[in-house]
T-cell receptor, first 113, second 116 residues
């Protein structure tokens, strides 16, 4: 089955700096790669996603890049703010079953004011 | 987007008992899923709840321990049976939705289960 590895497990940055979280996946059939933000005690919320036919996608301060050949994808957050502090999960899935995903272990991001 | 209501939001249960968690979606969805999130850890897929047929379980999860019902396209239940402290986790219901390709996953708020 699919295996998703995520690094780093914890990341601490100063407000205004950039943060980068990286994931690798094992199943070349995976074609949908979402990123979720989970604040303490809350449900995971989709923040950005990318399909395998796209190399990069950006939404304001958040961007995701995908390298299909190397089977890795990354989340980039620029101009970080304290409210960006949360646990971020990457995931991989196939076809239209986005609800059936394999998740990375998560990255705890702390943005220091 | 799909709105998912999950009940109960939390419970404290005695070992050896069972708890049934309900998941209600505000629209008909083809696929519903149940995840477990152990304290401080990632999400692990338990099973896919299939409407009109038996659930499809992932490796390491069995029907006797986690029976699932899916009577229609908007509702599902997950039962955690014969509970032990190791079952203490957050259980999340998820559906696939979004336009136009139905590829976004939405989560319920989760059920925080503590087994004592």
């Amino acid at each position: 089955g699919e295996n998703v590895e995520q690094h780093p497990s914890t990341l601490s940055v100063q407000e205004g700096d950039s943060a980068v979280i990286k994931c690798t996946y094992s199943d070349s059939a995976s074609n949908y790669f979402p990123w979720y933000k989970q604040e303490l005690g809350k449900r995971p919320q989709l923040i950005i996603d990318i399909r395998s036919n796209v190399g990069e996608k950006k939404d304001q301060r958040i961007a995701v890049t995908l390298n299909k050949t190397a089977k890795h994808f990354s989340l980039h957050i620029t101009e970080t703010q304290p409210e960006d502090s949360a646990v971020y999960f990457c995931a991989a899935s196939k076809g239209t079953n986005a609800g059936k995903s394999t998740f990375g272990d998560g990255t705890t991001l702390t943005v220091k004011p | 987007s799909a709105v998912i209501s999950q009940k109960p939001s939390r419970d404290i249960c005695q070992r050896g008992t069972s708890l049934t968690i309900q998941c209600q979606v505000d629209s008909q969805v083809t696929m519903m899923f149940w995840y477990r999130q152990q304290p401080g850890q990632s999400l692990t897929l338990i099973a896919t709840a299939n409407q009109g047929s038996e659930a499809t379980y992932e490796s390491g999860f069995v029907i006797d321990k986690f029976p699932i019902s899916r009577p229609n396209l908007t509702f599902s239940t997950l039962t955690v049976s014969n509970m032990s402290p190791e079952d203490s986790s957050i259980y999340l219901c998820s559906v696939s939705g979004g336009q136009p390709t139905n590829t976004e996953a939405f989560f319920g708020q989760g059920t925080r289960l503590t087994v004592v």
